[in-house]
């Protein structure tokens, strides 16, 4: 096919269903780069033209095997272009760009979007408001800022996903037993100042730097709140053009422009401060938010993340202008938890505004949408009761042993 591109795409995860298939009907060459454990994942197979697959998890895969792969492939095949479907896939991607001088995101600009510390140094350089942070490298340079930073502080993994492996502590005492207990892995962690307040994500779409679109919305329970004591995952858009819709967008375009993204999608969290009311940047990503925030955001604004992202990759490659679809302003929101059940019978939640069911084993989800913010709202508070009853269950925490 005339001007036909070939891209490989990388996923630890199965997940990008929608950015494979919108790929290859433009009419592109598409090759995945997946875990052997994925092998029998439901991946869009009739819309990849070969699947590779790496042996170990995500933290065993070997980077100079998938370099030699890689090379093997392109033997007898150009490559155009390399995206990461996934946070644990940067890494790899930024690595095999680096090395065979492709286009796109370099190693350094992408530690911008995976390490929490990079994230926060580089925040702080631009000026970007951030809760106050320390490496744990210097022993000195911890007691300080033990010293002079009110509790309680947050131990975080610096390249860990979402809120895996976070460690809420409360002196100084127990501070040093965590740092002591981490060994020589205490590097890889970040330790910051714990900030009450609505935690907020913007998702968003770039092109040549610039913010061609974007949406916010509210955790209504927070990912480190479920992650360590359970609960049900819920958020939803908030009001177009209010106060916080606002200044959040506004912090937003200082993270993507100051961290370097110069196109695709982001997912970025920030939270407003309850004693000032200020917004502090938390973390960001270069890809589409995950707990099917991609279909709440679809719901909400008639955009679909993953495909409008491999559109403007494929306008990238073809060096042809990529047109952003209409806009639409409507509200949408998610409910979601762990479940008792493998296969939950959700029927009895019948709401016209229902209009995704959550398919994942195990999980009861759903998202509701509607022009009444009010009204999504307040079937999500009664959805959380419902499901809190009827079908959620807890499993703790696995301990991250095996760190990024």
């Known amino acids: ?5 070939a891209f490989i795409c990388i996923s630890n995860y199965f997940k990008g269903a929608d950015f494979l298939i919108h790929l290859k009907n433009l009419g592109n060459k598409v090759y995945l780069i997946t875990s052997e454990k994925l092998r029998d994942k439901p991946w869009p197979f009739d819309h990849i033209d070969e699947v590779f697959y790496m042996t170990g998890q995500d933290t065993d895969w070997n980077l100079e095997h998938l370099m030699l792969g890689v090379g093997n492939l392109m033997k007898s095949n150009k490559i155009d272009a390399i995206v990461a479907l996934d946070d644990f896939d940067v890494e790899k991607a930024t690595y095999l760009r680096e090395n065979i001088r492709i286009d796109g995101m370099g190693q350094t600009t992408g530690r911008y979007f995976r ?31 033990a010293d002079t930073t009110t509790a309680p502080w947050v131990l975080k993994p610096r390249s860990e996903a979402s809120a895996s492996g976070i460690i809420k502590v409360f002196d100084k005492e127990s501070l040093w037993i965590h740092i002591n207990e981490m060994g020589n892995n205490r590097f890889k962690y970040l330790l910051e100042q714990f900030r009450p307040g609505d935690v907020y994500h913007c998702d968003s779409l770039v092109l040549n730097g610039k913010i061609l679109f974007s949406i916010t919305s509210k955790y209504l329970a927070t990912p480190m709140e479920i992650s360590q004591g359970g609960g049900i995952f819920r958020s939803a858009n908030i009001p177009y053009d209010s106060e916080d819709d606002k200044a959040i967008k506004t912090v937003n375009e200082q993270v993507i422009k100051g961290f370097g993204l110069k196109h695709g999608a982001a997912h970025s969290e920030y939270i407003k401060g309850k004693d000032d009311g200020k917004i502090y940047f938390l973390e960001t990503s270069s890809r589409v938010g995950g707990a099917h925030i991609a279909e709440m955001v679809s719901e909400a604004s008639n955009i679909n993340l993953w495909k409008e992202w491999a559109a403007i990759e494929d306008a990238l490659a073809k060096e042809t202008k990529y047109v952003l679809p209409k806009v639409k302003k409507e509200y949408a929101g998610i409910v979601l938890t762990l479940s008792k059940f493998q296969h939950p019978d959700l029927s009895s939640f019948s709401d016209p505004e ?12 759903l998202i ?15 959805y959380a009761n419902r499901l809190t009853a009827d079908y959620a269950t807890v499993v703790e925490q696995k301990k991250v042993d095996k760190l990024h």
């Open 368 to 382: 509701v949408k509607s022009d009444s913010n009010e009204r999504v709202l307040a079937l999500l508070d009664d």
């Open 115 to 145: 390490d929490k510390l990079a994230m926060r140094m580089r925040a702080k350089s631009c000026g970007i408001s951030n809760p106050n942070f320390c490496s744990l490298f210097n022993d000195h340079d911890i007691n300080t800022f």
């Open 1 to 5: 096919m005339e001007n036909t591109k």
């Open 354 to 365: 229902v209009c995704f069911r959550v398919p994942l084993e195990y999980h009861a989800g």
